[in-house]
């Protein structure tokens, strides 16, 4: 499988929890992308790697999220003391150095009870 | 913000050519008119980009207003696995800008 892997589809947590999920982005994609979607809204942007580089961080992303591409591989991206509000769909995408278009994860629908 | 304007649904007879319309007055002459499709519970798929020239591949064809102030998809025979959101977005080559700004988009529902 070539595509955009991401583990695990579905989490249920309760409210305080940390959850962290993965990402394995295409293995000759050096640009690895975070965004979050919630119910009837297209994909927010929330961070992105270049490599093992965090390059930019939105303001979506408060102080209890945090993400990670150590190796310049894979990347993981964890919520720490999750609120309700954090239920949404995380869908992770890579894309080459050159060249065009994102390839997306089937995402990561996290619910937080 | 969203720089895109696009209907909110649509519907499609399966079998026919779907169009989807997409306004972006706003575009700057470096940025590409991406399309991309959501179907339901799966990540978004590219479909096609272009700058200036229509452009066609396997999925769809896109229509680009020579003013680059709006564009249309053509999905040409329509199938019932096209029923998906479809994106309309900007994006600049290369650089830092690397952003996918996305609105709501179109539900295109095809119908049997």
């Known amino acids: 499988d070539t595509g955009v892997s991401q583990d695990p589809r579905h989490k249920i947590t309760k409210r305080g929890q940390n959850v962290t999920f993965r990402c394995d982005p295409i293995s000759e994609h050096n640009r690895l992308y975070w965004y979050r979607q919630t119910l009837g809204q297209g994909p927010e942007f929330l961070t992105y790697?270049?490599?093992?580089?965090?390059?930019?961080k939105s303001r979506l992303l408060s102080d209890r999220f945090s993400a990670e591409r150590p190796k310049g591989s894979f990347s993981t991206l964890e919520i720490q003391r999750t609120e309700q509000g954090d239920s949404a769909m995380y869908l992770c995408?890579?894309?080459?150095?050159?060249?065009?278009?994102?390839?997306f994860g089937s995402g990561t629908r996290l619910t937080v009870v | 913000d969203a720089k895109t304007t696009q209907p909110t649904s649509m519907d499609c007879a399966e079998g026919r050519a779907a169009n989807l319309p997409c306004n972006h007055s706003?575009?700057?002459?470096?940025?590409?008119v991406y399309w991309y499709r959501q179907i339901h519970s799966q990540g978004p798929q590219y479909i096609i980009h272009g700058l200036k020239n229509n452009e066609t591949n396997e999925m769809a064809s896109l229509i680009i207003t020579e003013d680059r102030k709006s564009s249309t998809l053509i999905l040409p025979h329509a199938t019932l696995r096209d029923t998906a959101v479809y994106y309309c977005i900007f994006q600049r080559s290369g650089g830092s800008n690397y952003k996918l700004t996305f609105g709501k988009g179109t539900l295109l529902t095809v119908n049997p």
């Open positions: 995408a890579s894309s080459p150095r050159t060249g065009h278009g994102y390839t």
């Open positions: 706003t575009i700057s002459g470096n940025e590409y």
């Open positions: 790697f270049q490599n093992e580089a965090q390059l930019e």
